[in-house]
């Protein structure tokens, strides 16, 4: 008897053992969110959670819970089961992890899920240091920053549904919380578009609106757009300014960018679709302020390519007003010339400055620009026309600007006309030889009539003779 129980005991423990092996052999179950697993509030989700055939039971924990969350059956004995929320809440969101049962046992545990629900806070700024314009297998660092006392950032790529990154808070400046992104490298292959989020520690998967998105730029190498200004490259503060990108080889997606500035950067880039059946877009920037001046360029691109043109030309965008200052203009020799003289239009203060600017009324092309000299107590410019035609008549403004900023600039001098008259009389000698043709015509006629006239009033007077 003894001998007996002894037996069975050790059958026992040796069947534990191997059930305990068997449930460490099985497959670890797959855990992930759809659409994804950064949710906007009111949002919903399903999350599934993956095993093998034969699965008996799916189990799904969230970090925190003491008690079972939820369990759920496979469907038609399938590998998976899905969970739903239908909307989502700052209750919901945590971190996620899954296991199944089968004959053998339970499976070990899923990696962790993070899901975040967003649309708590106010959204934060995300843009790309040095530039959003990135050239093909380079890397950029995206910054996610706010005024808002964040401990945390996230970044997410559209496209990928999971959390691209997070990062903890840094204080950069007093009342400005950011984090840094390494990204890259960056091929022109994909579409490289990102928002970021702001958390806090005490409840770090619930985030705050999403920032304004950012799609970084890999340019090519060809079909180039123009870019433009409606308004002219000079604008004055509290104006709405319009730049206008077109494209000549028909691009139905467009980008604008603006290159860095004495350390700062643009915060992001903009991205548009024209309407249909045009190739060109108008990125409307608002009322004008001292952020609107620098140097712009556009791209463009085909909707279904993540692939760029080469950048347009750069365009110049300057701020008037913004230095408290009005230059004066002058013309030598006179405001009315003639083709062919020498014009000298000279732009000068008291105050100074470093540039001055020359701007034709109604011209498409950018200002005229000469550094200053500082003669007779006085900062000035001349700005020669040799010689002059008639294209140089016209009206002139000139501007005063600094080397600190040289995007922002004065008050404008006041408007100076200049007429630019036709050196050479017209030259009336074709229509002269037709009127002096036309004239000995006329008395050619006029003696042929004569002529006749005398023949028939001759032959009358013989014949009242006979």
């Not at 206008?244 to 548009?272: I, M, N, P, T």
Request: charged share 15%; with cysteine; aromatic share 8%.
């Amino acid at each position: 008897m003894t001998a007996f129980l002894t037996a069975l005991i050790c059958l026992w423990l040796s069947m534990g053992l191997r059930t305990q092996v068997q449930a460490g052999t099985l497959p670890k179950p797959t855990l992930w969110a759809e659409p994804g697993s950064v949710i906007p509030a009111g949002s919903p989700v399903n999350i599934t959670c993956q095993g093998t055939l034969g699965a008996e039971e799916y189990r799904l924990d969230k970090e925190g819970n003491t008690s079972l969350w939820k369990t759920q059956k496979p469907r038609n004995f399938g590998d998976k089961a899905t969970f739903s929320i239908t909307e989502m809440t700052d209750h919901d969101a945590g971190i996620y992890y899954c296991r199944y049962q089968s004959p053998s046992g339970w499976s070990q545990y899923s990696n962790t899920l993070e899901l975040v629900v967003t649309g708590v806070y106010t959204k934060p700024i995300l843009s790309a240091l040095p530039s959003p314009v990135v050239t093909s297998g380079g890397n950029v660092t995206l910054l996610c920053g706010s005024g808002q006392r964040f401990d945390r950032f996230i970044l997410t790529k559209e496209g990928e549904q999971r959390l691209l990154g997070t990062e903890v808070s840094r204080r950069h400046f007093i009342r400005r919380y950011q984090a840094l992104f390494p990204v890259g490298p960056v091929t022109p292959s994909y579409r490289w578009t990102f928002r970021c989020y702001g958390c806090y520690s005490y409840r770090p998967q619930v985030c705050s609106q999403p920032s304004d998105t950012l799609e970084l730029l890999v340019p090519g190498v060809s079909g180039k757009p123009s870019l433009l200004a409606q308004q002219g490259p000079i604008v004055a503060a509290g104006q709405n300014l319009t730049l206008q990108c077109r494209s000549d080889v028909g691009h139905d997606r467009f980008a604008l960018s603006k290159e860095k500035e004495q350390g700062k950067y643009l915060y992001q880039s903009l991205v548009l679709q024209p309407q249909a059946g045009l190739s060109q877009v108008d990125f409307h920037l608002d009322t004008v302020g001292t952020s609107h001046g620098g140097r712009y360029r556009c791209y463009s691109g085909h909707n279904v390519s993540s692939k760029w043109s080469a950048p347009s030309d750069p365009l110049d965008i300057l701020v008037a007003g913004q230095i408290s200052d009005r230059p004066s203009l002058s013309v030598q020799p006179n405001t009315t010339v003639t083709s062919g003289e020498n014009v000298t239009l000279l732009c000068q203060s008291q105050n100074q400055s470093h540039t001055f600017l020359l701007s034709k009324e109604g011209a498409a092309d950018p200002p005229l620009r000469l550094s200053s000299k500082h003669r007779a107590q006085r900062y000035q410019a001349e700005f020669s026309m040799s010689p002059v035609t008639p294209a140089h008549g016209g009206t002139y403004k000139c501007y005063g600007s600094l080397s600190t900023s040289p995007y922002l600039l004065s008050y404008p001098s006041e408007p100076l006309a200049l007429l630019v008259s036709d050196s050479h009389p017209p030259d009336y000698t074709v229509e002269n030889l037709i009127r002096l043709g036309m004239a000995g015509l006329i008395l050619v006629v006029l003696g042929v009539l004569l002529f006749q006239a005398q023949s028939s009033q001759t032959r009358t007077h013989s014949e009242a003779g006979m």
